[in-house]
């Protein structure tokens, strides 16, 4: 490298530290001036600030959400990362471990950006709601404080980790090096909890608070132990895994479109599948912490949970319906595509019309409504409080029937793929695959058994099939899977896959799941806040200001494309910033050359 | 350099692509019906209230902030109430038949208020409204749901009655306060001792099954004899949050606890008799 590349590095990185040390120091600050800014509102006896033109309640709905998927994604990254590495250690391949550290960098300067939205979400708090703040910092005050001092704990540790990493790449300093990405997903998943106590309090406070208790007399760990906390917090642990996969694949596939060389072009290629395989696999099983998440909401509160599934929200379910059949569908579309690149994978293409065939019914009989809300002109014009034939698809075991086939040909895609130029070696290979096959129709059967036997019982007896179409799907992937990777020990190949001939069309499909993947955070976000409707905090704080009404869909809509559109576009600018630092060693000769 | 025009090419299509879906989805978003979540109106009247004057604030309630609609009008999750219910008609023609020795009046009310007295079979119970409605605006829904094939009767004095009961217009402050309400006179199956009269009259069906009738929420009472000893159905009835049946864990807390002040003891004795009797 020369001199000149050489310093311009250094200046970069020292600019890159300053602009982390300056994101972690405002959140600190936001968050020890955070009582004094709330001593101040709360003396002046304001219930709430003015933000001009768009209103506080948007205000702080764009901070939060932007902020949360800057968060999403700085705790979604590391769980793969550390993965990754994990795998470049035991196979002793050190393309996985480029891999992780690549992750890791991503993850660098998105932290600095997620510090800073959530400094302005603090601010905005403090200065436009500052009684819901007041009653907030009141009861979780001990919480805030651990918070910040987890969030020092991360910082340093991420940067240990990332800075580290070449130094500590060999022997016994590597698995120090782990346990260092280890820590920081420890040190992550810990904020994140902290945090989902604060949000899930407000949506189910415990039973014992009432509009008139003192929020200084609630109990912290009652507080934080309330009834959505956990599901939460196990349903945004797996989003976020799918929703860092999916921008790490777009990231991958900006990389791939700009490569200048087959071997840069090969190295994204890979990166981006791995990306949309970590995307797509979490994708599989969020639907069921997204169930346990919706049972306990309305365990909760039957009020929320029918205005969440069937009041002023049910068009969003359907809206949600259509986005994930996006996403099945792109990522689906994306493994076909890329068998192209697979020597041996020409066999399995016959099979993929039939499997986009099931994907477009299950998409098609998801996105049908069953109970919407109507007005009684409607009512009669429809003949009925369902519609005639509509309403036959949109119960809940049909619904349940779609999704469940739409996963297993997912899966079945994936395994397609995957067996595509391994030539099996061992004697019970063709045995192995045709119990394979029996154990996709048993699934498959099951699913349907009990799609169909739903029309004949009552409702509640018809909510607990699908756990029996849950665990059929489960139990096809989980033994498939073993069996497969037992078979394919060994294996021989048909030929090596040609990473990198992949045509472009395939990458504008891991840019539209990118896409689909943070509207849709926007959208779920919508729903879990709206559902708390004009309450601050669940029936025991009302909204008083003029923001008090949860606006329309169309209205919200526009909110999430909003956040969408900042979130791309800082996140791009920060991947450009990443970049910066790698580059002159990338193409030092062109850089000298220009 | 010769490669800048075709990146700026693909960046502009990468740039198109996102924006595009984006744009997809929020036009999606804004095509289907709008529905804003209101807040509920606070609403005050004085003597002089009219029956309209009720009715159209119950309506503004019921169709908008109150949420009603999400659940009565859809035949799936609760009954209809604008539209007929299996021939019974609509909710203002057929709730003075409910419940024996209810008015219509008293029956709506006491539904709202206590939404798990009378649970209508083969519905789960309806959530309790008293935390997020004012007395007043309840007494609103009453008249907007006596007016659908019946007559108005509310007065200023049950919404004052209600009110002064309450603390003076703030909702009440936690579930079960709900003392505004108007006690139904005697036991809910009136005098009688016949069993299944008993066990209809109190909503017990709402719940438990008998052979064909009654929803599957709680456990059955096909058998209960067999199950139970006298003992423990008596204790049931009367402490029904004391003990909670295996594989209805969920449903801990859903029986209204106030049966031992609606059955007489001659009532509760006949139901103890009769459901030990059941093998």
Known sequence: ?594 | MRERPAMLATNLKILGVVLATVAFYTLLANMIPQLESEVPEEVAFGGEVTPEELVAAGEQLFTGAGGCTACHGLGARAPNLLTDEKGTGTIGARCGERVPGLTCKEYLHESLVAPGKFVVAGFPAMPDVTRGLTPTQIWTLVAFLEIQGGQVDVTAEDIARAEQASGGGAPAPAPGATAAAPAPAGPPAGASLEPLAILRGSGCFGCHQLGDEGAPVGPPFTGMGTRLTPDRIRRAILEPNADTARGYEAMAGVMPPNFGQQLSAAQLEALVRFLSGLK
């Not at chain 1, 990493?165 to 090096?177: C, E, I, S, T, V």
């Not at chain 1, 200084?216 to 945004?236: D, E, F």
């Not at chain 1, 469940?404 to 997912?410: G, Q, R, S, V």
């Not at chain 1, 059967?445 to 607990?464: D, E, K, L, Q």
Request: proline share 3%.
């Open chain 1, 1 to 594: 490298m020369s001199r000149r590349n050489s310093s311009r590095f250094g200046t970069r990185a020292r600019a890159l530290w300053l602009v982390l040390a300056a994101g972690a120091g405002l959140l600190l600050i936001s968050a020890l001036t955070g009582g004094e800014l709330l001593a101040q509102q709360a003396s002046a006896g304001r219930e709430y600030g003015s933000f001009p033109r768009i209103g506080s309640r948007t205000a702080v709905w764009i901070a939060a959400e932007v902020h949360l998927m800057f968060a999403a994604f700085v705790l979604g990254v590391p769980i793969f990362a550390v993965m990754t590495e994990l795998i470049g250690i035991l196979g002793k391949d050190e393309r996985y471990d480029r891999l992780s550290k690549e992750f890791t960098r991503l993850l660098l300067v998105a932290y600095s950006a997620t510090a800073i939205w959530g400094t302005v979400l603090v601010f905005f708090l403090t200065t436009l709601y500052p009684r819901v703040w007041a009653h907030l910092t009141e009861i979780f005050e001990l919480s805030m404080w651990v918070y910040a001092g987890l969030f020092f704990l991360e910082s340093f540790t991420l940067y240990l980790y990332y800075y580290g990493w070449d130094r500590w790449k060999y022997g016994a300093a590597k698995w120090w090096h782990w346990t260092l990405g280890i820590l920081l997903n420890v040190w992550g998943t810990t904020v994140m909890f902290i945090a989902n106590a604060w949000l899930s309090y407000m949506m189910s406070p415990p039973a014992a608070v009432t509009p008139d208790a003192a929020p200084g007399g609630v109990k912290l760990w009652s507080a934080i132990a309330n009834a959505t906390w956990m599901p939460i917090n196990i349903h945004r642990l797996i989003a976020n895994v799918v929703f860092g996969g999916a921008v790490v694949a777009a990231y991958a596939a900006y990389r791939f479109l700009a490569a200048r060389t087959d071997e840069e072009r090969a190295h994204y290629d890979w990166m981006g599948y791995v990306g949309n395989f970590i995307a797509i696999s979490a994708l599989i099983i969020l639907p069921f912490a997204g169930y346990w998440l919706g049972r306990e909401v309305y365990a909760y509160n039957q009020q929320m949970g029918t205005t969440m599934m069937g009041g002023f929200m049910s068009w969003l379910w359907i809206i949600q319906a259509f986005l994930i059949g996006v996403l099945f569908l792109a990522g689906n579309y994306y493994l076909w595509v890329g068998m192209g690149r697979i020597p041996g994978a020409e066999r399995f293409v016959p099979y993929t019309r039939w499997m986009l065939l099931i994907l477009i019914a299950g998409v098609i009989v998801w996105a049908t409504p069953h109970t919407m809300i109507a007005s009684r002109e409607e009512l009669e014009a429809m003949g009925g409080s369902h519609h005639p034939f509509l309403g036959v698809l949109g119960l809940m075991s049909a619904k349940n029937t779609a999704v469940n086939l739409m996963i297993l040909t997912t899966f079945l895609s994936f395994l397609l793929y995957r067996r595509a130029n391994a030539v099996p070696q061992v004697s019970w290979a063709r045995t192995a695959t045709q119990v394979q096959g029996v154990i996709f129709v048993l699934a498959a059967t099951v699913v349907t058994f009990y799609g169909i036997r739903g029309y004949f019982v009552s409702a509640i007896v018809r909510i607990g099939f699908s756990v029996y179409q849950v665990l059929a799907v489960l139990f096809a992937i989980v033994s498939v899977t073993t069996l497969d990777v037992l078979m394919l020990r060994g294996a021989g190949s048909r030929g090596a896959i040609r990473w990198g001939e992949m045509p472009a069309r395939s990458q504008y499909a891991l840019f539209v799941l990118a896409v689909t993947f943070t509207w849709l955070m926007g959208l779920m976000g919508f729903a879990r806040s709206g559902i708390r409707q004009h309450w601050h905090i669940w029936e025991v704080m009302r909204d008083r200001s003029e923001w008090a009404a949860t606006p329309a869909l169309g209205y919200g809509a526009q909110v999430i494309s909003v956040c969408v559109l900042i979130f791309l576009g800082l996140i791009g600018f920060v991947f450009w910033l990443g970049g910066l630092v790698e580059k002159p060693k990338l193409v030092p000769e062109a850089a000298e050359g220009d």
